[in-house]
């Protein structure tokens, strides 16, 4: 009468999640690169929404797009030195919010910034996931966050299918005014992982499978699969 599920251990930056991608194809239509700076995202945003990057002479394009939560915006906020949610910080030994910091004031008012000039899509706070893969594969959206396969990847040779030049690329979290560039990494915790059915044939096998994703080179395999 009892159900148990084996816990997963995950280490700090133990996992890549999600990432930021962008259309390399609108950067070089605008004459501009792959930003690398938050004054640079900046210039490229406004670039994509007043230049016609996608060249179909409409005022279409949604520079940034989101799907159903600020929280995919959030990650912005890393640049600026600010996590957006609870955290251990070292140096005091003691556990703060994120999202209550003068980095994050600061982050927010660039963020308020590109909402305010339109350069973010004004559906990011409700878009489905359907409606956010959507504008995407549309030929609409020039950056956004997102997982490498179901999002980066799948969206990419949707968007080859019907230009070859369209090009999709994953791109590096761009820096801060104080030098700050990550994609912050949940701190180490414990999450669900796996249940054993009372169906299962073999249920010690099971158990020894899950029980060596514990040791270190269970970890890096499940995670990261086999190099090459």
């Known amino acids: ?9 995950l280490p700090k930056g ?11 194809d609108w950067c070089k239509n605008v004459g501009l690169g792959i930003p690398e700076t938050t004054d640079e995202l900046y210039e490229v945003l406004k670039a994509f929404k007043t230049q016609d ?3 179909n002479g409409q005022n279409d394009e949604l520079p940034l797009v989101c799907r159903n939560a600020n929280y995919y915006l959030l990650f912005l906020a890393n640049s600026f030195g600010a996590y ?5 910080d070292e140096k005091a030994q003691q556990v703060k919010h994120g999202l209550a910091t003068p980095q994050a004031k600061e982050a927010f008012t660039y963020i308020h910034k590109l ?11 409700t878009n489905t996931d359907d409606q956010f893969k959507a504008k995407i594969v549309d030929n609409r959206a020039g950056m956004f966050l997102g997982y490498i396969n179901s999002h980066i990847e799948a969206s990419h040779y949707a968007l080859k299918e019907q230009n070859e030049e369209y090009n999709l690329v994953a791109m590096l979290p761009v820096k801060g005014p104080n030098g700050d560039r990550y994609k912050q990494s949940a701190s180490t915790r414990v999450q669900y992982r796996a249940s054993i059915t009372s169906s299962c044939k073999e249920p010690e096998a099971a158990i020894k499978m899950l029980d060596y994703a514990f040791s270190p080179e269970g970890h890096e395999l499940f995670n990261w699969g086999i190099e090459g």
């Open 14 to 24: 133990v996992n890549a999640g999600m990432v930021w991608a962008i259309r390399e």
């Open 1 to 9: 009468g009892h159900m148990y599920n084996i816990p997963t251990f």
């Open 53 to 55: 990057p996608n060249k």
């Open 115 to 125: 909402y305010a000039e339109g350069l973010i899509d004004p559906e990011y706070i």
């Open 84 to 88: 957006t949610g609870l955290y251990w």
